[in-house]
């Protein structure tokens, strides 16, 4: 997912060309605001940290674009790399949030930690698939 401040920055783009230029496939994609109910149960298991409620208002102040990534069974994994630490201070150069963020809460992607959480992910993103 492309979370509102790659989309307010314009760095939609540049965030799936990196992705893209590995030769993994973008098979959906979809900009959209995310309600607070989708927003709740995308991410339940922070349910209860001191961040939480300000996890929730920023992943549905404003659009994100949210994709659907297909290549072999460890794209996950993949799309993290390419990704970076979640931490901006910790992620390396060349990652995404390496080079373009530096704000843990507000860093630019999240990405799905295994096959299983992508596959409960977009159920919960394209509940009609
Ligand atoms: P994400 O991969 O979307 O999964 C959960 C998000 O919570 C994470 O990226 C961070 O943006 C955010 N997050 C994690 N730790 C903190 C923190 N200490 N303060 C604010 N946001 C956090």
Known sequence: MCKPDAVERGLVGEIIRRIEITGLKFSRIE????????AKAHYAEHEG????????????????VVCEVTGPENTWEIVRKIMGSTNPASAAPGTIRGDLANSISANLVHGSDSAESAARELANFFPSR
């Open 49 to 64: 940290k001191s961040f939480f409620g300000e996890l929730i208002e920023f992943i549905t102040r404003s659009p994100v």
């Open 31 to 38: 900009m959209r605001v995310v309600d607070e109910a989708t």
